[in-house]
Every structure is written in structure tokens, then in C-alpha cells.
């Protein structure tokens, strides 16, 4: 059994809006330093082969479902 | 072939919301559409609800919330597509048959590579997105569209270059993206721009007539060979004046802004 988790993250130069949204609304609640807010989708999951195997079916899943490469990278973890 | 006779595919999954308004707009103009479920042309269902997408002359993708927008909107559903039926929609597509998607329609169109198809019928991947709103929000609210095709568009040949029709948009992803910074320029040179949104004095639009934010105030394009529309405002949801805010007021065509969309298309097949 492996265990995977795969993040989805915006492109450098794709704006965010949630993100913005979010760090805004963390500044009028009153969070100080605030620098920066990104929203990132994760997908965790556990597959029943192996670590090899389960990455390389994690990166199949992202190219035909879960990114669209137009504005996403995507990272496969093996926990 | 006379109106009665085109077959329109109204295709939905579990999700989709606009299958009705949809139906409705192609009965309208003559039309025999039908409300066909994915698993009707996949064949998980019995005999007689099987349905063979090559039978019909209109592909239809209604708006909604398909597969509840899971992992991107229009995503799902589109990936289920392209793993049962994948080549016989192309060959629909190649053999120039219409295909109009709306709202999450156009999405799922973005997300199966038919649009905007520069390089390919279909591609691979998908190679733009439909993305979030600038706002960040659901937007829903009436928008000024002003015909910009000048003439490779079968859904917008009755309707005149520069006409502006008043179309409701209500999405929460309709920011059209591409990572080519000529993207514009080249669905310009094509001309697939069919939409764009203006303001109030017709000119540039911007929030809220934009409601997303997408470049060059792009509301709806279509494939280099004109025959796939994709839109994020509704022309089904104006099919008569009385869905019109303002009808009551001076409206003064008995007909809707989005019902010649609809005779656009049935007039090119007759």
C-alpha cells in the first residue's frame, strides 16, 4: 500500500483571487505580516501498489484529470 | 431536411442544470432535441436507453454545476468524455457538425480540448482554462454582448457584426486564460471571437459588464472551423422578451436576445 498526496498549485503569473481574498480578509481581522496567501488544492490518497508505481499512476491522474497545465503545476508526494 | 428532422443532443450529467432551458430554446426553432444522460452514449444503461452520438446533427453541453465542479469546473465531466466516447466526438467535430456549449457547456468544451483548438480539432490536453472570477465570486447579473465574428461562427450568421444582444451570465469560473501571450491575437486572426462584452455605452467593458476579468472582454469563441461555439453567458435563458429585465420597459421584439443563437445554427443546417 502506498500513500500519495498530490498538490495542485497555480502557475507563477496566474493570479489568485482566493488567495488575495484571503490575505485581505486576514488583514481587516487584524493579522499582522501578512506576506503572502495561496490557495492550493490537495489530493491525498492510497493506492494499493507500489511507492514507484503510485507516483508515476499519480502523475497519469494529474495530466488526465486533475491539472489543467494551462495554469497549474502539480507535485506528487509519496508519503 | 426539414427543422423537425435535425436531432439535437442535449447532453448532461448529474450536475448539469440548464438541460431544460437548453431543450427548450432548440424546440423553439423546430428542432428535435433530447435530453440524453453520458451513459446513454457510453452504454451503461439498458437497450433501449442506449443512444449512438453519431445519430444526432447538434451536440449540445447545458450549464450547470457538472459533477458538482469537483476538481475544476467542466473537468469531470469532460474527462469522462474523452475516455468512453473521445474519438467518436471528434469525428463529430471533424465532420463539421455543430457543437454549442454554454456556462459550464463552454467550460467542459475548454476542458475536452475542442476549444479554442488552435492547433488540433481536439488536443490532448487542455489548452486554456476557464478560470476563476477577478472578483473571486459568483457573478449573476444581465451582460451586454456585442457580436464581434465577422462571419465563421454558424451560431451568430443571423445576427448582424456589431449588433449587442443582452444575455445573462451567472458563473463563478469564466476568466478565459491561455499561456500565449498572442492568444488573443491569434484567435482574433481566426476569427473565433464571436462574444465580447461592452458596457452600457457600447464601448470597452469593464466591472461589472466584464464579470470575470477576461482579456479583451471575451465572452464567447469558437473553433477555427466556426462550427463549435462555446459562451458563458445564457442565450437559452432569454428566449422570449419576458425573461428580459427590462421588458416591461421599451423591449421591443416579441423574440428574446438569445433565441437567434439558436436560429442561426438551425438556419445553416437547412
Redesign the interface.
Known sequence: MARIEIRIEL?KG??D??G??TMKTLESLGFEGVKSVSSVKVFDMELDMSEEDAKKAGEEMC????A????QNYKVIVR | MKAGDVKVCVLRIEGTNCEDEMYQAFKMVGADPEKVHLKQLTGQVSDSLKRDIEDYDILAFPGGFSAGDYVRAGAIFAARIRSAIGPQIRKFVESEKPVLGVCNGFQILVELGLLPGLDDVMSNEPTAALYTNDSARFECRPTLLRNDNRGKCIFTSEVPKGKVLMIPSAHAEGKLLSMDPKFVDRLEENDQIVFRYVGEDGKDAQYPWNPNGSPSDIAGICNPAGNVLGMMPHPERVLTRFTHPDWTRGYESEEGDGLVVFRSVMKKLL
Open positions: 502557475k496566474v493570479a483571487p482566493e488575495k481574498n495530466r488526465k484529470l486533475l489543467n497545465p494551462v495554469i
